[in-house]
């Protein structure tokens, strides 16, 4: 499950790098690009703008098949509050531009990936491709949250892996 | 001509005076390391190293007299603006808000603190005193 949720996150992160590199955060004195994965990040009570925060939630695992299919659900969350030169009068047009660059990213063929084992990038070894493939849902979007001048949307996609032999 | 206006270091000096006076001790504010380019820490596989920043003089409270019946009161740390501002200026961070909301957490008495929030106490437009609200660590919670 593990591999799969690594997957989804490079693969995703480098679509939305592809479309519009402009997108980075600074994280810990680091620049680099604008999305991340909540529980892989240290707590914090600081939300990162413009930025897309990926969140795993639901699990489900579907065992009548040969290899049993993993179900999870990807809660990808972000927020804006529009930029200070323009008094925070273009955060409507920022939330739609990140609406737009999540729809393309998510959208584009094919919509799989190889599953990638990443254990080993911790000493520097790149991923390696696994047997099978993740793929995903259509995403649902959320009605936007207006907070003061904060403009937020969580949109929400299902991601399928098969559950190799040996895999955790 | 005397001066209208009292120094705006006036505050901060009583301020840490009276931190001392009140049971000011030293605790330690766990700040991460600059991030790892590679995507192993982005995937949570490697985690950053830590460094810990003595604090002192501070106050930590765990009760206080204003309370609302039913709602626990999360601790509370009363910190010098002077080692505030000299931590900031020592570990290069644009601001004590940034450096608070970077930090993992303070440690006290080897428990370690997450910073829930970080307010700042002013006199002539200048930081006398920050007031941390802590939250106090998840394992303790009965």
Known sequence: MQNAKDTFYL??????????????????GQRRPGTLVTENEMPTAQVPLDAFRLAWTALSIDRTGALPLVTMQCEIAYVTDGTHALAGMDRG???????????????????????LNCTATDSGVAPTPMQTSIFWSAPTF????????????????DVFAYQEAGEL | MPDALPSTNAAARTADTLLRATGGRTVLLRMPMPA??????????ATPYFQDV?????????????????KPIPPELLVSATIVEL???TL??????LLFAEALGVVIDDELFAIE?????????KPYLYRLTLRTPQAQIV
Do not use: C, H
């Not at chain 1, 693969?11 to 810990?28: D, E, F, G």
């Open chain 2, 36 to 45: 790892s380019p590679l995507a192993s820490e982005q995937l949570g596989l």
């Open chain 2, 117 to 125: 929030s970080a307010a700042t106490e002013q006199a002539f437009g």
């Open chain 2, 54 to 70: 003595p604090l002192a003089p501070v106050v930590f409270r765990k009760a206080r007299a204003a309370s609302v019946a039913g």
């Open chain 1, 142 to 157: 959320n009605a936007a949250k207006t907070t003061a001048e904060r403009l937020e949307r969580t949109a929400t996609i």
């Open chain 2, 87 to 89: 931590t900031v200026g």
């Open chain 1, 11 to 28: 693969t995703l992160q480098q679509r939305l790098t592809a479309l519009n590199p402009a997108r980075t955060i600074v994280i810990r």
């Open chain 2, 92 to 97: 290069d961070y644009a601001s004590a808000s």
């Open chain 1, 93 to 115: 047009r920022l939330l739609a531009a990140m609406d737009a660059e999540l729809v393309t990213a998510l959208a584009q063929t094919p919509q799989s990936a190889p599953k």
